[in-house]
């Protein structure tokens, strides 16, 4: 295998890294942040689920990002996962959680835009409207949850301690539950522009799983998410906080439960070919954002107990983050690319 | 798993006890305290008294334990990490409220007050109200645990009688100094209602506290 290819996927890596660090914290940033669960047990959980979500259920999403933009030559597709990962480390400095997936499609789009090849305009629309869906059926989830869980602990009369327990049991399932949906729903976020240069060979482990090209890549892209998730994801819990609204234990669980269904939905195979089967409407196999899912999920709660509680300074600052990364991303990776193929005389792409 | 699962919960189960002892220990002694005061009211400070009295000492002695036990479960199992400051300070309250039946029962038996008759169906009436009071804000408090609707229902309860208790007090005041008695003695006993309607005053703020938990818990 070429070495260089393993320096280009390094920027990838980052990216995973920057995903790790970033969207962690939507998974169990509550949990930690409300001393529930100990950070050390809970990272180690869905760093392991990560891995798993990404290596077995990756291959659905990474085709959508492929048809938005082929980004075919390796430079490229380093250019476009640097910039992509330096959005997202950016706004994570000035302490503003971004959707990694917006970053990566504004950094496709920045390569498009430099090699002069047309933007897939159904692809991309398809993708936007995603993120526009993703956190209301995030938060219809999270209304329906709170609604049903609200009733049922009102009946079980479940004493104030157990209760707390069953949470914190619940807060470490639904972890693991959201890492697995975060490794399946954003390993295309993180080396899904690599998969068409991918050289590696099919992996056995034992002769009992083998592991395709894309899975191995997939695999070193999710231990990259791992790394992040166990390295600097305990500082971006603590910058960005649990400030947007005030959340009990129970609700952090609606919370991050709704938003792995979410990741789930947008992410399986399995229920889109069911959906396509039943002649009913199928969701977009999209990369979707935790980090709107999460929001979706918390303001949908919000809402449901009359607005009340809301910081909504801080949502405007997400969304105005939202609108910011791709934009940045698209920028970076223009301007790098220019570099890239103008200074290091790299090839940033082939000519059709 | 399995194993852990069951330590968990043995945990929880010991500290829910716990806390319902000292529940249980507030109304234990709201009723040991009314039951000293009719005997003070027949016998005064007689051998009766003196062993219904150390009933109350007794049960505050060992509420300070429950208390002491409580905060350390609680700190070193991590249980209820976001409403423990809220649980420790219930719970000092309820021992603040236990506090005050034995100081009162035991200031009865030190300084022997004369009550003179024209005073007494007040008083019991007080005694009665900030029992009552007492006893509604253990089950309020309690039901924090399990019930909030119920928390509700018992506080209004706990307000009514604290209110009740306010003006049973202001009358028994007003009568106490429009009597004839030594201006010593009116001191003395102004001073023993007043320590008596605290009671309720402190069920109260309990109350309050418990209130603001459970708003705070509620999902």
């Known amino acids: 295998m070429d070495l260089s290819y393993l320096f280009f996927l390094s920027s990838g890596l980052f990216l995973g890294w920057s995903l790790g660090a970033n969207d962690a914290a939507n998974i169990f940033g509550t949990a930690v942040g409300s001393k529930m669960v100990r950070f050390s047990l809970i990272a180690t959980i869905a760093s392991i689920f990560v891995i798993l979500g990404a290596v077995f259920g990756g291959a659905g999403t990474s085709e959508t990002l492929g048809d938005l933009g082929a980004v075919d030559a390796l430079a490229g597709s380093f250019m476009v996962a640097l910039s992509a990962a330096l959005a997202v480390y950016l706004m994570l400095r000035v302490g503003i959680t971004v959707s990694t997936s917006q970053a990566i499609v504004g950094s496709i789009i920045g390569w498009n835009l430099y090699a002069g090849k047309e933007t897939d305009l159904k692809t991309l629309a398809e993708i936007i409207s995603t993120w526009t869906i993703c956190p209301i059926v995030s938060g219809i989830i999270a209304v329906v949850l709170y609604l049903c869980l609200k009733k049922l602990i009102k009946c079980s009369s479940l004493h104030l301690l157990r209760q707390d327990q069953l949470t914190r049991i619940g807060l470490i399932i639904t972890a693991a539950i959201g890492a697995y949906a975060l490794g399946a729903n954003n390993i295309a976020n993180v080396v899904g522009v690599f998969v068409q240069s991918c050289p590696f060979k099919p992996l056995k482990f034992n002769g009992l799983i083998t592991l395709t090209p894309e899975q191995v890549l997939f695999l070193l892209g999710s231990i990259a998410i791992s790394v992040g998730i166990l390295t600097y994801s305990k500082k971006a819990i603590m910058t960005v906080g649990n400030n947007l609204m005030r959340m009990s234990p129970v609700i952090a669980l609606i919370v991050v439960l709704s938003q792995s269904l979410v990741l789930l939905l947008f992410s399986s195979q399995t229920l889109h070919n069911w959906l396509e089967a039943s002649s009913l409407p199928t969701l977009p196999l999209v990369p979707v954002s935790s980090s709107q899912a999460v929001i979706g999920a918390i303001l949908g709660i919000g809402l449901i107990k009359g607005g009340r509680g809301v910081n909504w300074g801080i949502v405007r600052r997400i969304a105005v983050g939202w609108c910011a990364a791709p934009l940045m991303a698209m920028l970076i990776c223009f301007v790098s690319l220019f570099f890239l193929a103008n200074v290091f005389n790299q090839t940033v792409y082939f000519t059709d | ?219």
């Open chain 2, 1 to 219: 798993m399995f194993n852990i699962k069951l330590s968990i919960f043995s945990t929880t189960r010991d500290l829910e006890q716990k806390i319902d002892q000292m529940h249980d220990k507030v109304i234990e002694s709201s009723m040991f305290f009314k039951e000293a005061f009719d005997i003070y009211m027949r016998e005064k400070r007689s051998s009766n008294y003196r062993r219904v009295s150390k009933k109350i000492k007794n049960i505050e002695a060992e509420a300070d334990d429950l208390r002491r036990e409580i905060e350390s479960s609680l700190y070193i199992h991590n249980l209820i990490p976001d409403l423990r400051a809220d649980v420790l300070q219930m719970v000092e309250n309820i021992d603040k409220v236990i506090n005050e039946f034995d100081e009162v029962a035991h200031k009865f038996y030190i300084e022997q007050p004369d009550i003179p008759q024209k005073f007494r169906d007040n008083f019991k009436v007080l005694v009665q109200q900030v029992s009552d009071c007492a006893e509604n804000m253990a089950i309020s408090s309690r039901a924090f645990f399990r019930d909030f609707a119920t928390v509700r229902d018992y506080a209004r309860k706990v307000y009514f009688l604290e209110h009740e208790s306010d003006k049973t007090w202001a009358a028994l005041k007003q009568e106490v100094f429009e009597s004839d008695m030594e201006l010593a003695h009116k001191i003395q006993l102004n001073s023993l209602i007043g320590e008596v309607a605290d009671i309720a005053d402190k069920a109260e703020d309990c109350i309050d506290a418990v209130l603001i938990f459970t708003i705070k818990r509620d999902i």
